[in-house]
């Protein structure tokens, strides 16, 4: 199994920052991508930034310019850097990693959330 723990949510006024921190552990072979959605009351889950292997890198259109994601690959550890943050970015943010376990086989999972609310 893989565990992913996250860290860096919180509540935040319009204009701030936020750091988000996900970590993965367990019996990893290798990743494929990581990566942050996010979630708000009513709306489908939808991506907000990933990074694969080689450095591609997606972003929503909604964060361009504001966020960026980076990824720490010694310690199996995603970053988001959030910025200029708006009231809209509210929302629990999920990180999703996927990659293979040192059996072969192949994993997607994702951490347990954690709380952004921007206040206006």
């Known amino acids: 199994q893989v565990q992913l723990v996250e860290s860096g949510g919180g509540l935040v006024q319009a204009g701030g920052s936020l750091r988000l921190s996900c970590a993965a552990s367990g019996s990893i072979f290798s990743i494929n991508a990581m990566g942050w959605y996010r979630q708000s009351p009513g709306k489908a889950r939808e991506l907000v930034a990933r990074?694969?292997?080689?450095?591609?890198?997606n972003y929503a259109d909604s964060v361009k310019g504001r966020f960026s994601i980076s990824r720490d690959s010694a310690k199996n550890t995603v970053y988001l850097q959030m910025n200029t943050l708006k009231p809209e970015d509210t929302a629990v943010y999920y990180c999703?990693?996927?990659?293979?376990?040192?059996?072969?086989?192949?994993?997607?999972?994702w951490g347990q959330g954690t709380q952004v609310t921007v206040s206006s």
């Open positions: 999703n990693v996927n990659g293979f376990y040192e059996m072969g086989r192949p994993f997607g999972s």
């Open positions: 990074i694969a292997n080689g450095g591609s890198l």
